[in-house]
């Protein structure tokens, strides 16, 4: 794989800081929603489809970090209780850093992938929810080749293909292959792509639950 797929000007300063701030605003409120839903048992799974995890490769790092961040609320109101102006604004950061990386964990568990009558579900977090009917799907079949996130989400590989790459913790072992290109939304903008790799947790049974739509697996 060599290029991405669309090749964007560059974008100005101005550009470069509201397409932060609303990428910003996107996360945060993107976490609460996924808070809200993992706490009412709420996940976003079409009627009638089986849903299918993608945290596990990323779940001890999640924890670590949710770990890492509970402690240091308890270190810093120890280190600097004497000055309360301090002390407020640390615990307020930290306990803001500790619910947003909750909100993104929350994010992948209450958005996973799916599979059901209307076609396949493919999502990551709150970034991507691509809905693929089945009119549109040639293929779904284990993934054998490294995929590696030093490459962007989308690129345009040897063959011209399109792919949009889901990568978890490094990892894709599932590769969807459709029979015409498909707009998705991204973070970054909308692109077209003709082929998807994710990572599902347990690909077996992702691929026997496609076979049952009767498409190739």
């Avoid at 640390?90 to 909100?103: C, I, N, P």
């Amino acid at each position: 794989m060599t290029a991405p797929s669309v090749s964007r000007p560059p974008r100005t300063a101005w550009q470069s800081v509201a397409h932060l701030a609303r990428r910003a605003w996107q996360l945060e409120v993107g976490g609460y929603r996924s808070l809200y839903r993992f706490l009412l048992r709420r996940p976003r799974v079409p009627q009638g489809a089986r849903a299918f995890s993608y945290h596990a490769p990323v779940l001890a790092l999640f924890v670590g970090i949710l770990v890492v961040s509970a402690v240091e609320l308890v270190v810093v109101d120890l280190l600097v209780r004497r000055w309360e102006t301090v002390r407020i604004t640390l615990l307020v950061l930290s306990a803001w850093g500790l619910v947003f990386m909750l909100g993104m964990l929350c994010g992948m568990l209450t958005r996973p992938h799916a599979v059901g009558p209307d076609g396949l579900r493919i999502r990551s977090g709150t970034d991507v929810d691509l809905a693929l009917p089945w009119e549109v799907v040639a293929a779904v079949s284990a993934l054998r080749t490294a995929v590696h996130d030093k490459q962007p989400m989308v690129v345009v590989d040897d063959q011209g293909r399109t792919t949009l790459q889901l990568l978890v913790g490094e990892e894709a072992n599932l590769e969807v292959r459709l029979l015409e290109p498909v707009a998705v939304r991204l973070p970054s903008g909308t692109e077209v792509v003709t082929r998807v790799l994710l990572h599902a947790d347990e690909p077996r049974a992702f691929l026997d639950e496609v076979s049952g739509y009767e498409v190739p697996a």
